[in-house]
């Protein structure tokens, strides 16, 4: 990566964790050299510090100035794509479709009501939200519905917050299990020593927890049917709490029946109590919470098969029918799943270091020359790679190559 000239590079610079906010790393990284973030990034920065002043570094988790990732790429190393990925911004189309609440009724439809999951096509009809965005509640300018914790995450210093922490898109921890708490109940009961302790979780609740967190840190997501990408996964979620929180005077009788079958299933109140329709991100946080256990009981409903989830992202959450094939069949299918993996190992290669060296040896295995090695990887950064994911020829170990 070349450096600004006078950018200085910071001898501590540990890299951020997968799904980790941009507030956390910076807050670890000052914590090395004894300051709080802010001291860091006001001083540390070179011309890029003066960017503190603008409205978009509030909240660097959000949509931070280009100007302030460039500078904290140059001092750490870490290549800026990487660094766009601890921010809202840099999840944009996957978690949202545009950072513009303005956009809000274009965005519903294109993002909740383009797809479905348990309904027919197009049976949730359509719902007026003229100043929307997918997962965050717009109230005064502010996008945070205030930053939550795990409590086992939180007693380990070297680990930090994840950026959907603010988000009331997960209830417990994708990695630990734990309810997510407010973050600092959490952390004052770490330096006191008084563990919080964590609140019963439904076991359907923390798969699907399981599975965001997934898509979160390597960019892909498991399902029955097949593996998807993140947004693919963030957009199924958001429709399915959607569709749990319509009336069943709006659905035909079908899809009626399958939505008390989810509501009964959890045990709540149908629809969680709700009387008027609101998307979700306006509900409070005890109806949010309602609505992800009832979207995380229709997912293991569906794959249990005790539901069909009819529509056109339904299919994914149930394994695909075993089917006798002719062999002309099985070649098609095998060179599909074939090339479904390797769009698979792509998606992970974009986050993981190691996947990206293993597709780049892959990718260089017939190569014999530097001209034709360089060529395959800047193939792979063509295909959304960071080239600083990708090692060179050196640190693949081809020392064999003629120039």
């Known amino acids: 990566m070349t450096r600004a000239p006078g950018a200085q590079r910071w001898p501590l610079h540990p890299p951020p964790h997968p799904g980790e906010a941009l ?27 003066a960017l503190l002043d603008d409205p978009r570094a509030g909240d660097l988790d959000f949509d931070p100035p280009a100007a302030i990732l460039r500078a904290l790429a140059e001092r750490t190393g870490t290549d800026p794509g990487e660094l766009r990925m601890t921010t809202i911004a840099g999840w944009v189309p996957w978690l949202a479709d545009t950072l513009d609440p303005c956009d809000g009724q274009e965005a519903f439809d294109t993002y909740v009501r383009q797809d479905s999951v348990l309904l027919a096509p197009g049976e949730a009809g359509r719902s007026t939200v003229p100043r929307w965005l ?31 922490a603010a988000l009331p898109i997960m209830s417990t921890c994708g990695e630990h299990g734990c309810r997510l708490e407010p973050e600092i109940s959490v952390r004052l009961a770490v330096l006191d020593r008084d563990p919080v302790p964590s ?45 749990v929180s319509l ?41 949010q919470q309602a609505m992800l256990e009832a979207a995380a009981t229709a997912v293991a409903l569906a794959e249990a098969g005790t539901i069909t989830a009819r529509g056109t992202l339904g ?21 599909k799943q074939a090339r479904a993996e390797l769009d698979a190992m792509i998606g992970r290669a974009r986050t ?52």
């Not at 790679?385 to 020392?399: K, M």
């Open 199 to 243: 609140p019963p979780t439904s076991v359907p609740v923390a798969a699907m927890d399981r599975l965001t967190h997934e898509g979160l840190t390597t960019g892909m997501v498991t399902l029955p049917r097949r593996e998807v990408h993140a947004g693919v996964w963030f957009r199924l979620l958001r429709i399915l709490l959607d569709e």
């Open 134 to 164: 997918p997962w965050i509640p717009v109230r005064d300018q502010q996008w945070r519905t205030g930053l939550r914790a795990c409590p086992a995450c939180a007693a380990d210093p070297d680990r930090g917050t994840s950026l959907l």
């Open 315 to 335: 299919p994914l959450l149930t394994r695909e029918p075993h089917r006798d094939v002719h062999e002309g069949d099985r070649q098609a299918w095998e060179q």
């Open 352 to 403: 993981d270091p190691d996947t990206a060296g293993r597709l780049l040896a892959m990718f260089t295995a017939g190569s014999r020359t530097l001209a034709s090695f360089y060529r395959e990887r800047q193939y792979l950064i063509g295909l959304g790679i960071p080239e600083g994911l990708l090692p060179d020829h050196c640190g693949l170990g081809r020392t064999d190559l003629r120039l």
């Open 23 to 49: 507030t956390s790393w910076l807050g670890r990284l000052a914590a090395l050299y004894g300051m709080p973030a802010s001291h860091l990034l006001r001083h540390n920065l070179g011309e890029a510090s």
């Open 247 to 287: 009336a069943a005077s709006r659905v035909g009788p079908r899809s009626a029946a399958t939505l008390a079958k989810v509501w009964d299933t959890t045990g709540r109140p149908v629809r969680a109590g709700l009387n008027v329709w609101r998307p979700y991100e306006r509900l409070d946080s005890p109806r």
